[in-house]
């Protein structure tokens, strides 16, 4: 059978070929190409054996995102780079363990449901904490909060008090977000406590914030009644032109943080350590407040409202 | 004369008048209707859905701009697009050539394996089959790695955490395998049976059998539906784009996603895309029909062919031969 060796030689070759481009081109972004930094945390740390002591090895910190998401993580197609806070909160978290950064993008339900497989190490990703994420990842210390605000139709009239106003409406929501389980009141963080205010809600799930924010701006009740997102992807929608408004106050603050493997094959503990400590030490020298500032239109969201 | 009378009114002989142009334009378009070859309303009835296309185009107010503005960079996906597709389909064909054996074959093994490939790639879907390969052959990996260290080094473990690519790419080509499987198996099983007896009766060997006599002939009524396979497989590409592909190296769809998601053009990216897919296979199918007119060159009454060429050379460059 020549034919089929032949074919399946050509298969080897081209499967081969595509994996290669894959490693070849990972490194798109920030800093990919400059060399790791001297005098981080690599240089002080007597880790070994473990995933931090692998990414000082490397040089490397393989770093998650998913692209679609401005101002968090959003590609820039001219240049081919990633940009965005998160893509310069993760940057310089990298900077600080003394490595250079690379990204890998899988899809989001991929990020959050752990067992990541050594493909990434970290999830610099706007993610909240939840206690079911909590049980399949580490997290460290907050590096910002998001307000969640709810987005109706500019023709809109009827809703204005977000407590009573908006109960047994139709209200869209990425699914599996924490939009969703404020909606069914199952969002639950430890530490942070919600005041669920909106009731009767069976919400409608969508892939991503804005497919449901497309829906809305259909016309007012056309499929939707009204859209719960984050006030920086709401007010991103409202700057393209779109017809939706925000109505009232935000609903409540959700934490976002850094997002580890808790399945890894090599102990965690350390890194988690490192980047917690790194987050904080972002906080205090004023790094977190000016790449909010510099992102989100002047305003800082590194600190709790 | 009353002042009825005198108002100018349709009189007898202008009834006539306009009956008899009525009855000419008539008969001038029942004329042109008969002299008008076939393509040409053809051509005539693509021309009216494209125009009423680019109405509802100018009535949902799209954004020409942005789709103008982001063409070259989700057009850029196209050679991903076809790097999946094109591993995908040497993957299938490989398959589907050992499948069919097995399926032909006595060889309880070689049945019973192929037996359970067909069903188990055909009984899924697509999608999940990506997911399995993207997500448990990591586990396996590993957990053989732990169980086995030494028959299991981490290097192999390693080497099945693959790529979103190419876990795509082996899922495609594994699902389209156990479709062509059956394309393989009825294309040798129409093979005359005599063909087969001859060549025992010469001597050869079973895989001289399938490689001399049997197998030309049925690679005949493979091809087309081969290419027919790849056209489809060329669409559902898209699908890998779920896994999340590199941003470097993503496909049409994961780039319209990208582009469309951020600028929130979501509407305008899919339009991309589904014209960039749209182009794209109707370039291949005009590849397949040619292939296929090729394949089949010595069945063709010479008459016919004649007839087919003349028909052609009368026709060639009319409008309405896309699709």
Known sequence: MWKSSTALAGVAVLVLS??????????????????????????????????????????????????????????????????????????????????SVAWQEPSWDLITAGSWNGRWDVSVGSMTPTNDRQEVLDFTQPYYYTPAVVVVHEDNTSVTDLSTDLDGADIGVCSSCTYEQYLNKSLDIEGFTFDFIIDDVDPTGYDTDTTALQDLALGDGTRLDAVMTSLTTAQGFIDNGQPVKIVGDPVFYEPLSVAMDKSSELDNATLLEAVDQIVGEMHDDGTLTKLSEQWYDGTDLSVQQ | MTETDARPGPSAGAWARVSGWVRAVGAWVVRTNRRTPFRVKVALVWVAIFALLAFFFWIAQFDNQWMLDNFTYIAKGLQYTLYIALGGILLAIVLAMLGALGRISSNPIAYGISGFYVSFFRGTPLIVQMFLIYLALPQVGINLHDQFPDLFPQTLANQLVLDAAVAGTLALGLNYGAYMTEIFRAGIQSVAAGQGEAADALGMTYRQKMRRVVLPQAFRVIIPPTGNEFIAMLKDTALVSFLGVAVANAEIFRRSQLVGKADFQNLEALLVAAALYWGLTIVFTFFQRRLESRVSRGYVRTSDRLAASSEAQAHGGGGGGVG
Request: net charge negative.
């Open chain 1, 18 to 99: 595509i994996a290669s481009c894959g490693s070849d081109e990972r490194d798109v972004g920030a800093s990919g190409d400059e060399p790791a930094p001297e005098g981080g945390v690599c240089d002080t740390t007597d880790a070994s054996g473990d995933l931090l002591a692998e990414i000082c090895e490397k040089g490397t910190l393989t770093v998650s995102t998913d692209p679609a998401y401005p101002p968090q993580s959003v590609l820039n197609e001219q240049t081919g780079e990633l940009e965005g806070f998160d893509i310069d909160v993760a940057t310089e978290i990298a900077n600080r363990l003394g490595v």
